[in-house]
């Protein structure tokens, strides 16, 4: 922990595009909430990110999502009085920090990337600013001096960069910035698709195939629907020690909403059918994401609350990026 900090401090990003799903919330969202009181919480909605892929940009909408995001983010336990809540493009030090540490950072590193792989191999013109997200991304996580970054096992790789990219700052100048360490839940960190479990449960691929995802504000009919008609195999009942990827899933998504040990979901369920097994997932998947669901609605109808909560977010972070973008300007010769 930075000397001087009473607690450690968290950082975390999420983007205003497409629907919020369960693997987020698993992997990401409901560890934020959970950890609020034990750290100085920093959460940011990340809209510059949102914008590496201009072709996917929806201009009439990016101002509402981030509103909505918010929405959905208080609805998921995000307490503004113990976490700041703010929209990255707020705060202009976060674009112009990714400036300076992408003068130090190699192209080789970025090009390694295996989000950046994935998506470049989908488009037929890549832009620069996909390959500079995770530059961008470290930035983020830099400029407040986080220790540590809770995410998905999917950004494991992206947070190791931001470390190795400050390090490379170290050598290049002097010691500025703390070293994050990636928080990864030990099991959710990797929710898969319901209708694929070989691939990541993802917002773009939920956009083109239903049945893929449950988003965050799905009614329970289609939480239902969408966990009865979850791929799983050609047996009947569940055998612990013989689980199918799907079925897996589904026992992974009942471990982390439950909080209950694998174990012991396992010895549960142990020769029950999988329509049983599934209607159970789907009752624990109703039952949390419907007062999220709720709570939603209420606060997206009041948007005067929601940019006021933006606003003082921004307004509390501004000085700790301030403070170290000033000392990486001083440090590499221009203040
Ligand atoms: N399937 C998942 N299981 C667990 N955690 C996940 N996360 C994403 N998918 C899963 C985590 O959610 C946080 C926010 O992610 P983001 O806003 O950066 O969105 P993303 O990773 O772009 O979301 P998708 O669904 O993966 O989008 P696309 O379709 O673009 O690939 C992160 O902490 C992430 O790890």
Not at 24 to 40: E, F, K, M
Not at 179 to 189: D, H, M, N, T, Y
Not at 224 to 232: I, K, L, P, Q
Request: net charge positive; with cysteine.
């Amino acid at each position: 922990m930075t000397a001087g900090r009473q607690q450690q401090r968290v950082f975390s990003g999420i983007q205003p595009t497409g629907r919020l799903h369960l693997g987020n919330y698993i992997g990401a969202l409901s560890v934020w909430a959970a950890n609020q009181a034990r750290y100085d919480n920093i959460f940011c909605i990340v809209d510059l990110h949102a914008l590496t892929i201009p072709e996917a940009i929806r201009v009439e909408t990016l101002r509402a999502a981030r509103r909505e995001l918010a929405a959905l983010l208080l609805a998921c336990g995000i307490d503004p009085a113990r976490s700041a809540l703010f929209l990255q493009s707020y705060v202009p030090a976060h674009a112009e920090l990714a400036w300076l540490l992408a003068c130090v950072t190699p192209v080789g590193w970025l090009e390694r990337m295996t989000q950046y792989k994935s998506k470049a191999a989908a488009l037929t013109t890549v832009g620069a600013g996909l390959l500079e997200y995770p530059v961008l991304q470290a930035a983020d996580i830099l400029l407040y001096q986080a220790d540590l970054v809770p995410v998905g096992e999917d950004q494991r790789q992206h947070i190791e960069l931001a470390r190795d990219i400050a390090r490379r700052f170290h050598n290049l100048f002097r010691p500025v910035f703390t070293l994050p360490e990636p928080l990864v839940r030990p099991s959710g960190a990797r929710i898969m698709g319901l209708d694929d479990p070989t691939v990541k449960m993802s917002k773009s691929l939920a956009e083109e195939r239903p049945g893929h995802a449950i988003a965050l504000t799905d009614s329970p009919e289609r939480i239902r629907n969408a966990v009865m008609g979850a791929v799983t195999d050609s047996g009947r009942e569940l055998r612990p020690g013989e689980l199918s990827p799907g079925v897996a899933n589904l026992l992974t998504i009942y471990e982390a909403l439950s909080g209950r040990p694998r174990p012991d979901v396992e010895a549960e369920f142990a020769g029950q059918g999988y329509s049983a097994v599934k209607r159970a997932v789907a009752d624990l998947v109703v039952s949390t994401l419907d007062p999220i669901r709720r709570r939603y609605l209420a606060l997206s109808a009041d948007a005067g609350y929601l940019d006021r909560i933006l606003r003082e977010g921004a307004d509390r972070v501004h000085p700790i990026a301030r403070a170290t973008l000033d000392r990486v300007k001083r440090l590499m010769g221009l203040v």
